[in-house]
């Protein structure tokens, strides 16, 4: 099923501010950080929740003309605007994971915003200007972007984003078409693992890179920065940048991996299926915790799910307790749970020899599609008898 419906997607691009771009940023990170926590503090002081326009006018308007809050005059409004904006919808999607109306985990109540972390700062389309391949940000100037790719129409909104290593980001908003692109298979299985991340139904693998090192450096610099009594001195912030610059390599790497993945995946197959994972029942294992965590099945399936609309492909998640692994992909005959150790299994009631996780994925593949064999059917001794015809005797004993 092919679609020509429009959607919304972010283009992200890195850019290099100056000295005093770098103060005008940082004064906006910090105004709309003071905002959202005197807003949240409001709303927790409250008996009822109120609305963002009341909010407004107490955190911002009323606000400026204080002492304690004069310098929220020196930035744009619309950017403690939307940060009010922002609680209002923080607080509108707790309560409808609490009600059910949300899909996914139960979402958290709202929480301050510390000064260290990632800081971010939204603006609307009257706010920000693009021209000549410079973004105007109200207040705080020109930004030159590296225009990595062409933005595909204009754009409603920038968030401009400074993360934990100190890199700063323009990320917008724009609309785009779904693509047409002509599939080469109909449906595809995927079975997500450790030593092998995707393993595909028709034979294929993602093999993705390794973290190991990485991760062993990170895990060193944290027992580093434990060691570091004095809190706040410049050491433990040497420390801790040094942290965060790993742990955004390997997430770069990591999402490099996962979008290349993904794009190939919805560009060559209709129908994607997957299996629903219990990663956070997984990650309570100590042993596997660390690797599971590296691996990224959640971010991939959301990729999956978002390419198959913008394809117009079909994404389907099976259930989690489908016996995926129990069951013999040719045969339908149910063995049973395996060790992890146990990777190539001979089935014995047909004979076929598979691999643990191509058995997995034909068999998402199965059950995805509604072919999946009934288990129940093959291990039945005897099989249920054609009904009986009106003129043919009774079958049931007469007591």
Known sequence: ML?????????KYRFYPSKSQQQSLAQLFGCVRVVWNDALGICKDSEKLPKNGDLQKIVITQAKKTDERVWLAGVSAVPLQQSVADLGTAYQNFFNSRNGKRKGSKMGLPRFKK?????SARFNSNAFSIK???VYLAKVGDLNPIWSRVLPSEPSSVTVI????????LSFVVEVESINVAVKNQSIGIDLGIKTFAFMSNGEKGQSPSYSKLDRKIRKLQRKLMKRQVKGSNRQKRTSLKIAKKHNRIADTRKDFLHKLSTKVVRENQSIILEDLNVSGMVKNRKLSRVISLQGW????????AKAEKFGRQFTVISRWEPTSQVC????????KLDLKVRTITCVSCGSVHDRDENAAKNIKKVGTGHGHDSKWA???GKTGLPAHLSEVSRIPVA
């Open 3 to 11: 679609y020509n419906s429009s959607m919304k997607a972010r283009y």
């Open 115 to 119: 000064k260290q972390g990632k800081q």
């Open 132 to 134: 000549d391949g410079l």
């Open 162 to 169: 400074k993360d934990t290593a100190n890199r700063y980001f």
């Open 298 to 305: 959640r971010e991939f399936r959301v990729l999956c799910e």
């Open 329 to 336: 992909s040719d045969c339908g005959f149910k063995w049973g």
């Open 379 to 381: 291990q039945r001794e």
